[in-house]
């Protein structure tokens, strides 16, 4: 608002000096003298001040216009992170769930469904799991809480994963939480 209110301003008075210009050549009160001549230029000059001014506001308006789309998309696409962020214990909780034995098939069927539901959920809202099969340990996406010193395997060759990382809209949003082989 302040830019366009900005641009007026200019254009009225840009307007305005065309106008006394104007006016002044058709009365025939401007020569060629030496003082209108400098008249003339300190006005010609003060335009083209102002027409600097005013395309400068004009690109500092359409860079502000983008910055402010981009950071509106951005905070539109990231919203539902931390709400996918606090149902990731839930999630761990079912997968846990479905890892311990049960008796009653139904159940155990039920909770299925129910953690494949939640899953899916997760998933359209831009959820996507660190893939578990990357045998080497990688600092920007895994995290070792455990690390074991042993010759059976190659040096930070992921062992075991204790909790599974995750991806929001392809940012990192857990890293995986890993046992991983040291050799020393």
């Given amino acids: 608002m302040q830019a366009d209110n900005d641009n007026n301003a200019v254009a009225a008075e840009d307007a305005q000096h065309e106008r006394i210009i104007d006016s002044a050549e058709q009365a025939g009160t401007l020569s060629n003298s030496g003082s209108d001549a400098a008249e003339r230029e300190r006005l010609a000059k003060e335009k083209a001040e102002y027409q600097d001014l005013l395309q400068r506001r004009q690109a500092e308006f359409e860079n502000y216009r983008r910055r402010s789309e981009r950071e509106r998309g951005e905070l539109l696409e990231f919203a539902a992170m931390d709400t996918v ?82 991806y929001f809209k392809g940012r990192l949003l857990r890293p995986a939480m890993v046992k991983v082989a040291v050799n020393r």
Wanted: net charge negative; charged share 35%; aromatic share 8%.
């Fill in 85 to 166: 962020k606090a149902l990731l214990p839930v999630l761990d909780d079912f997968e846990r769930a479905l890892k311990a034995d049960c008796e009653d098939k139904e159940y155990s069927r039920g909770m299925e469904l129910i953690y494949q539901r939640l899953y899916e959920a997760l998933k359209k809202l831009g959820l996507e799991p660190i893939a578990s099969d990357v045998p080497v340990f990688n600092p920007h996406i895994h995290h070792a809480v455990e690390m074991v010193d042993t010759k059976d395997h190659p040096d930070e060759t992921i062992l075991e994963e204790y909790q599974r990382g995750y």
